[in-house]
């Protein structure tokens, strides 16, 4: 595929606020945005020069998506195989691919394609019944946690199992297909956030450590407490998925470093993170314009970190201290035009340079 030329119209499937920042992106290397979502009045298409409403479903909306844009990519992973297949019928490009998709939506899929790779995860087993639980609770050990194979995020559709007597009340809750992971004592969790061009070029931001709250990533600290080794491996592991799916755009790897300094991938995203929100500031070329580069056929930017960073991200009522952010001169506010600050929402983040 030639570069495409500034002007041309990216697709973006997803409304949310990584769709909002890679529009941003977009924008400011000259392409105008279709976004395609079915959430109203969102994050993303407010700030786009094109939107669709309508259902991932509608096969019709999809075609009209499709015409209007040079590429269509994603802001969530969980993308129905039936859209992906629609916008392929109807002639669009898509990055990431249908593959990278359908493993990053599933997470015994992953997880088994992470040990293809050899790439270490957490002891796990697949949950069908309450007797395949039992029996996995047996081999793995207690305490693990029944995770629901699809659709979880921010910790949700998943419960901690901390002896053989919870596993009755964890499966009435979380019913089946789960997976049981075995649970790791882990130091600390760190992410990679890596991308990959049209040509096959590959390029790394600095290893992110990542804190999360209640299951939800709250601060993630850059550089990570992390040697150059373990940062090499992560590289490694990054560099194996991505070459595994012929992968093009960003893609973010989230691991457990455990006390000997092994790492144990958890889980993989098939796009922009939030654990790489600080890039906008304090690195050359931010995770957002990275993706927007890669799936153009543009050349990947440089990742090099410019200083020292930390990003907290603004959770329900949190961003109602926008004013004492707005006025301390460290922080890089950016909120998200969310309307509604739910608990466990994320509305926006704060980006602290230490300079
Ligand atoms: P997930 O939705 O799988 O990313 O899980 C959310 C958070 O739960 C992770 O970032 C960890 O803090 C914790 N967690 C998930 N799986 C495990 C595990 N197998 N062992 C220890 N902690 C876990």
């Given at each position: 595929m030639s570069p495409l030329p500034p002007g041309s119209t990216i697709g973006i499937l997803g409304g949310g606020q990584l769709g909002r920042m890679l529009s941003q992106a977009a924008a400011r290397l000259g392409f105008d945005v279709c976004v395609f979502t079915d959430e109203p009045d969102s994050p993303a298409a407010r700030v786009s020069a094109q939107a669709i409403g309508g259902s991932y479903l509608d096969h019709a909306a999809l075609a009209e998506f499709a015409r209007r844009v040079d590429v269509v990519t994603t802001e969530f992973e969980n993308v129905p195989a039936e859209t992906l297949e629609a916008l392929a019928a109807a002639g669009a490009r898509v990055a990431p691919n249908a593959q990278a998709l359908a493993v990053a939506q599933d997470r015994l899929a992953e997880k088994s394609f992470f040990t293809q790779l050899a790439i270490a995860t957490p002891p796990f087993a697949a949950v069908e019944s309450q007797a395949d639980l039992d029996k996995a609770l047996k081999n793995i050990g207690a305490p693990a946690i029944l995770k629901t194979r699809r659709l979880g995020y921010d910790g949700r559709g998943q419960i901690r199992i901390e002896t053989p007597a919870d596993a009755a009340h964890a499966y009435e809750r979380l019913g089946a297909p789960g997976i049981l992971e075995g649970f790791c004592a882990f130091e600390r969790e760190v992410s990679i956030i890596?991308?990959?061009?049209?040509?096959?070029?590959?390029?790394?931001?600095?290893?992110?450590?990542?804190?999360?709250?209640?299951?939800?990533?709250?601060?993630?600290?850059?550089?990570?407490?992390?040697?150059?080794?373990?940062?090499?491996?992560?590289?490694?592991?990054?560099?194996?998925?991505l070459e595994a799916f012929d992968y093009v755009g960003v893609l973010t790897i989230e691991f457990f470093l455990m006390p000997d300094g092994a790492l144990v991938a958890n889980e993989m995203a098939p796009r922009?993170?939030?654990?790489?929100?600080?890039?906008?500031?304090?690195?050359?070329?931010?995770?957002?314009?990275?993706?927007?580069?890669?799936?153009?056929?543009?050349?990947?930017?440089?990742?090099?970190?410019?200083?020292?960073?930390?990003?907290?991200?603004?959770?329900?009522?949190?961003?109602?201290?926008?004013?004492?952010?707005?006025?301390?001169?460290?922080?890089?506010?950016?909120?998200?035009?969310?309307?509604?600050?739910?608990?466990?929402?994320?509305?926006?983040h704060v980006t602290r340079l230490k300079r």
């Open positions: 890596a991308a990959r061009g049209r040509d096959g070029q590959v390029a790394f931001f600095d290893l992110c450590e990542n804190d999360h709250t209640g299951g939800i990533l709250s601060r993630t600290q850059i550089p990570a407490r992390a040697g150059a080794d373990i940062e090499a491996a992560a590289q490694a592991s990054a560099r194996a998925v922009v993170h939030n654990s790489g929100h600080w890039s906008i500031e304090a690195a050359l070329t931010s995770q957002f314009e990275q993706h927007i580069r890669a799936i153009a056929a543009w050349p990947l930017g440089p990742t090099t970190r410019i200083c020292d960073a930390e990003m907290i991200n603004l959770i329900g009522d949190d961003a109602g201290n926008w004013a004492a952010y707005a006025a301390d001169p460290d922080a890089r506010l950016h909120l998200y035009g969310k309307r509604d600050a739910r608990a466990g929402r994320k509305m926006g």
